[in-house]
């Protein structure tokens, strides 16, 4: 389910969302998928659910749709 206006609000805000594991502009890694191994910066939240979907700017220069279960918060 995409995200209402007022929870993509929110989610830029850094206001927590419920199952929302990641803030705007978190720096995170790509554990899985098309394409792991990559890092970049979560820019929005796209979908809502049981495992959202994140638009990451990879460090490619280059905006993936990605799973929230494909990803992982880099510490540092």
């Known amino acids: 389910m995409r995200p209402t206006h007022e929870q993509s609000n929110a989610f ?6 419920p199952g929302v594991a990641f803030e705007h502009n978190a720096y995170v890694r790509v554990v899985s998928g098309e394409h792991a191994g990559d ?29 929230q279960s494909c990803l992982r918060l880099v510490e540092g």
């Open 12 to 17: 830029l805000a850094h206001e927590p969302l």
């Open 39 to 67: 890092s970049g910066s979560v820019i929005n939240v796209e979908q809502l659910g049981q495992d959202p979907v994140y638009l990451v700017e990879l460090e490619s220069n280059s905006d993936a749709p990605i799973p």
